[in-house]
């Protein structure tokens, strides 16, 4: 339930989506009145049957509840009879062929949102983006209105098959373009889950998902290379029984074991880099000394014989 007084009862979720969806279900189930917006017809004629497009852990029944409750509606476009107060953009942002992100969705979104803003409303973005982009390409869009407004970037960082559940119990990160933003946002996100982090600034919200995903990348590449040591030498890589999984760990300056490279060494021929690698950056290890050594004679040596 939702105290009387709050001001962001009234929530407008675009891009119905993996990540819009999830969290438009996880709001409403939350007591927030969700309007959704999505331009995909197929996707809209899967809601109108009560079902989502895909599949997730417990989806289709809490979303069935609250679309028979009148707790989340959608449409098309942006309604402007609708009560919101508050603009979530979930739209996808992929990778083009050029290797850029493409923000094309996330433009045609902001433009729709500015045809229909009040005095005083707020604007979060939740899609991936590049370090920069709510400030340096979404703000001078907002600000051309000439309205008050608030403006965060609240990132979304539920694994796939737990969305539900995570939106409830992960702690949400918060960053907004100013205090007032950041802690408005921080109220509403309040009553999804218990835990909000609330950090400086917009990128750092922005730099705190890419840095996820990049340790999720690790973790993956880790466990790969482990599974081709594994086979090499002729052992089982499901080691679950005997030892925890490769969990997410805070980043920090752990001093690890040193058979673990050695133990790599059985199998030199894998060159697996992530060990050495992580161990480079380890301070005051082995190979970070050997690393640093070696590239401090080598600068050397190319000083030396630079021409004069
Ligand atoms: N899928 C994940 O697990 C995950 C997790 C964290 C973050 N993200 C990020 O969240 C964002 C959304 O991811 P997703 O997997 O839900 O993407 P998605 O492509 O599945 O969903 C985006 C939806 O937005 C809709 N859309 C695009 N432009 C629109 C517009 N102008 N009006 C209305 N609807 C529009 C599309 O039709 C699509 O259904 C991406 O930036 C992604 O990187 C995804």
């Not at 942006?78 to 094309?104: H, L, M, N």
């Not at 969305?163 to 949400?172: H, T, V």
């Not at 086979?231 to 997410?248: C, R």
Request: glycine letters at 6%; aromatic letters at 6%; a positive charge.
């Amino acid at each position: 339930m939702l105290p009387d007084t709050l001001r962001d009862k009234n929530v407008c979720i675009i891009g119905l989506g993996y990540v819009g969806l999830t969290l438009a279900v996880a709001m409403a189930d939350a007591g927030f009145h969700v309007y959704g917006v999505e331009r995909d017809q197929r996707i809209l004629d899967s809601l109108f049957a009560e079902r989502a497009h895909f599949s997730e852990v417990g989806l289709n029944d809490k979303l069935s509840e609250q679309i028979r409750k009148g707790r989340f509606v959608f449409a098309n476009k942006i309604d402007p009879a609708w009560p919101t107060t508050v603009y979530i953009v979930t739209v996808g942002t992929p990778i083009g062929p050029d290797k850029r992100t493409q923000s094309e969705s996330l433009l045609s979104v902001i433009s729709a949102i500015n045809g229909v803003m009040r005095p005083g409303d707020m604007v979060i973005l939740r899609s991936t983006v590049l370090i920069g982009t709510t400030r340096e390409t979404v703000k001078p869009q907002l600000d051309a209105l000439n309205i008050p407004y608030d403006l965060a970037f609240c990132p979304e960082r539920t694994l796939e098959g737990k969305a539900l559940m995570e939106l409830r119990s992960l702690p949400q990160i918060v960053g907004g373009v100013d205090v007032e933003s950041t802690f408005r946002a921080s109220q509403m996100f309040s009553f999804l889950t218990p835990a909000v982090v609330r950090v400086n600034d917009l990128e750092t919200a922005e730099a705190v998902k890419l840095i996820n995903n990049t340790q999720r990348d690790y973790i993956f590449a880790f466990a790969n290379e482990v599974a081709s040591l594994c086979e090499v030498i002729g052992i089982s890589a499901d080691l679950s029984p005997n030892f925890p999984p490769v969990k997410s760990r805070v980043p920090g300056f752990r001093q690890a074991d040193p058979a673990v490279v050695s133990l790599f060494g059985r199998a030199p021929f894998l060159r697996p880099g992530l060990p050495r690698r992580s161990r480079r950056a380890q301070p005051g290890s082995r190979l970070a000394v050997g690393h640093r050594r070696r590239r401090r004679e080598a600068a050397l040596m190319q000083a030396s014989t630079a021409a004069p």
